[in-house]
């Protein structure tokens, strides 16, 4: 009688899919620029300190001034960004849309 584990040998695994475009990370935006947010890495208190700033997946991210920190507007609230916090912040640029501080003053 063969080993009793035998049996649940599977096949080797598929190859994983590749990973999807991350964007680019937000502290490489000029001032100006603007993009949707499609992707935040990190560990989870940095996630968590992100999203309680309103830095969330979906929501479109404009850079006021570039630099450490960064100013940042999120839904129309600008945000002092500290660059480590930054580079887990991926964006889609020239996504089309009309960027809400692209007519704003700095």
Known sequence: MP???THLASPAAPPESPVPDRGVPADRLDAG???LICYIDGDHE???RLKTMGVCL????HMVKSGDPMIV???GTRLGLAARLSRHVF???DDGFPCHERDRSA
């Open 58 to 61: 979906g929501r479109r991210l």
């Open 73 to 75: 507007s999120v839904m």
């Open 3 to 5: 080993p009793a584990d």
């Open 91 to 93: 964006l889609r640029l």
């Open 33 to 35: 620029e603007c993009g």
């Open 46 to 48: 940095d996630i968590e």
